[in-house]
């Protein structure tokens, strides 16, 4: 079970790992922040496996603060740092 | 090579790629992006480590609050015309560069050449726990063992938004931080202000109280708390505080006060300063470290708003 839970997790961080490329190679700001996005998901997940095979005390509540704070980027994003002329393109990425 | 290795390595080849990356990034937005990943990723590799409390803070203050800072400056610094974009003398390139190799040198030995086991007082640290009647190491390192720093800390943090405010004009002292709120907030971006805060408080004050027994506490708490008030300043539901406001400013130095109270008791009750008095450890850090909260809950959110940028209502 634990090899699974492992193997699933590493899973899960080949595709964040994936997502990476966008943050890397852009070319817009909304596909970087997407991507950052897709990557808290990623984490919060391999985190849940891998503190669950481990057994890692307390690691369940880094989960939950990663859940709330992952979105927290983005809102500064929407927020400041998208250009007005961009305004649309934003909404259709955040919805 | 078991799974968990290939893992771990993975992990490690991801954290490391992604931080040159985000060094060598050209364009203050990407390179901010960059880091926010970077943190996301650097708590897994705190948990794999079982340092669930750096874990933590990483979470809430690495990419969480510190990410929203750089992104807000970024975007700042967007309009002005970068000032470093004339190329360093090649002679004083080759002296950077060999003033980095020896930094990163010095602490690529440090952490080579350590003994075998390395030094460490966790033993210590860990056999005079039944004395502070606290279950978490670290929380008995920050306020027990350590009080003094820790208290300093604080003590930073409100020196910090005094640094922030002192930038204000004159015409705008006195008023809220940041700029004016928009007239229609987002539709979006409201609806996520006013899910998120409830469920967010909850897991700020949970986090603050496990603190005590295990990962967790004030500061963690305190910045998930910070980054809910955040979030329905950003998405225009509330406006930020005047700076000249009682409340606020006795939020603020709440935290420090309340330690340093405490502290300066100890010199009559228990014999030294920042000395608790035995049997009555526990209530008593749990008492500051509730300030302390609230005054990291009130911190972070006026440092990221930056210096009163209205002038203030009559």
């Known amino acids: 079970m634990t090899g699974f839970l492992l193997s699933a997790a590493g899973f899960i961080l080949l595709t964040v790992a994936t997502g990476l490329v966008r943050i890397l190679r852009g070319p817009g700001d909304c596909d970087r922040m997407m991507a950052a996005q897709l990557l808290g998901t990623g984490a919060t997940a391999a985190l849940l496996l891998v503190a669950s095979a481990t057994g890692a005390p307390g690691a369940v509540d880094v989960a939950l603060g990663l859940a709330l704070l992952a979105a927290f980027a983005s809102v500064a994003f929407v927020n400041s740092a998208a250009p007005p002329e961009q305004n649309l393109n934003n909404e259709a990425g955040v919805e | ?314």
């Open chain 2, 1 to 314: 090579m078991t799974v968990v290795n290939a893992l771990d390595i993975g992990l490690a080849a991801l954290v490391l790629a992604l931080a040159a990356w985000t060094v060598a990034a050209r364009e203050a937005f990407a390179a901010a992006v960059g880091y926010v990943a970077y943190g996301l990723l650097l708590s897994l590799v705190w948990v794999r480590l079982f340092a669930v409390d750096v874990a933590l803070t990483e979470a809430a203050i690495g990419s969480g609050v510190t990410g929203v800072l750089l992104i807000r400056a970024a975007a700042r610094l967007r309009g002005a015309t970068p000032a470093l974009d004339e190329p360093l003398a090649p002679p004083l390139r080759f002296l950077a560069g060999v003033l980095c190799a020896m930094v990163a040198g010095a602490l690529a030995a440090t952490v080579l050449l350590m003994p075998d086991p390395a030094p460490t007082l966790a033993p210590q640290a860990v056999g005079n726990l039944p004395s502070t009647g606290l279950g978490n190491a670290v929380t008995a390192v920050l306020i027990s063992y350590r009080a003094f720093d820790t208290m300093l800390e604080k003590v930073v943090l409100v020196l910090a938004v005094v640094g922030v405010w002192s930038l204000a004009p004159d015409a705008c002292w006195g008023g809220s931080p940041g700029a004016p709120r928009p007239a229609r907030p987002e539709a979006a971006l409201a609806f996520l202000a006013q899910v998120l805060p409830p469920l967010g408080i909850v897991v700020g004050i949970h986090i603050f109280w496990v603190g005590a027994d295990e990962p967790g506490g004030a500061f963690q708490g305190g910045a998930i708390l910070a980054a809910m008030w955040m979030i329905t300043m950003m998405a225009g539901l509330t406006e930020a505080p005047p700076v000249s406001s009682t409340r606020l400013r006795l939020v603020l130095v709440s935290g420090p006060a309340v330690f340093l109270a405490i502290g300066l008791a100890g010199v009559v009750i228990a014999g030294g300063f920042l000395a608790y008095p035995s049997g009555s450890a526990k209530p008593l850090i749990l008492f500051i470290e509730a300030f302390m909260t609230l005054t990291i809950a009130a911190t972070l959110p006026m440092l990221v708003a930056g210096p009163p940028e209205q002038p203030p209502q009559p």
